[in-house]
């Protein structure tokens, strides 16, 4: 759909009682896949926009299942889950020398919460989530340029020049998203914005991300093992980990 800015966006309620609301969501990261995830199995009609061409998860991803596992059960992906993902028992503090400090054990967490904890790949679950839900509602390469509300409506503006039109949008895009500006800044043109809301979002953290080649068990024996080895190294008097 081409953009012609001589047109006012008007968003059409006639039928809106007649139909369940369409959602947008800004964003297809972890948290706009679930959220995807869980429209799809309920029946509610969404869109995911995505900015990058192609995205690329690195990491791993920790997950403590008295919290995922209803979810991930409810959706029928728990057993899948549990396929790609190894048990953490613990995980092990470390100190610079990488001598042991001590352990925060995980054990009778099944019994306490009704799940254990298992680490999985963040690509592995990622292409987990992906993959419950319909290739055609899921776009790339479309970076949101305006966001602009019409009766209870939303209509989305990108970059390629084509436009979107919904009744809910989800910025699920991080915190200095494209959505979240887009709305501050209307609310700060307003007068409408909280003081709390334009103050600098409040890290005090640096978060270093590095992507090894592929290891194998010959050389680190700790990934043959059946369980997941998770240890941090604290660093001595320093504002650090």
Do not use: W
């Not at 926009?49 to 690329?56: L, N, P, S, T, W």
């Not at 989530?129 to 409506?153: S, Y």
């Not at 080649?213 to 700790?222: G, I, N, V």
């Amino acid at each position: 759909m081409e953009i012609n800015p001589a047109v006012t966006f008007k968003h059409d309620r006639s039928i809106m009682y007649a139909k369940r609301p369409k959602v947008l969501i800004v964003g297809a990261g972890l948290g706009g896949l679930t959220l995807g995830m869980l429209l799809y199995k309920a029946g509610i009609p969404f869109e995911i926009y995505e900015r990058a061409a192609v995205v690329k998860p690195l990491g791993s991803a920790m997950f403590f299942n008295s919290t995922t596992a209803p979810l991930f059960k409810q959706c029928g992906i728990y057993d899948e889950f549990l396929s790609i993902g190894k048990y953490l028992s613990g995980i092990t503090m470390c100190t610079e020398e990488r001598k042991l400090a001590f352990k925060l054990g995980f054990e009778g967490h099944e019994e306490v919460f009704g799940a254990n904890g298992y680490i999985v790949t963040r690509p592995q679950l990622y292409d987990l989530l992906l993959r419950q839900i319909p290739a055609e509602r899921v776009h790339m390469n479309k970076k949101v340029l305006t966001t602009d509300q019409g009766g209870n409506g939303v209509l989305l503006r990108f970059s390629d020049g084509t436009e979107a039109e919904g009744d809910i949008l989800v910025g699920a895009d991080g915190a200095y998203s494209a959505v979240r500006q887009n709305i501050y800044a209307k609310l700060k043109k307003a007068n409408n914005l909280p003081a709390s809301d334009a103050l600098p979002l409040p890290f005090s953290t640096v978060c270093i991300v590095g992507q090894t080649r592929p290891l194998t068990p010959e050389e680190f024996p700790d990934l043959g093992k059946d369980q997941a080895v998770f240890s941090r190294v604290i660093g001595a008097d320093k504002m650090y980990s």
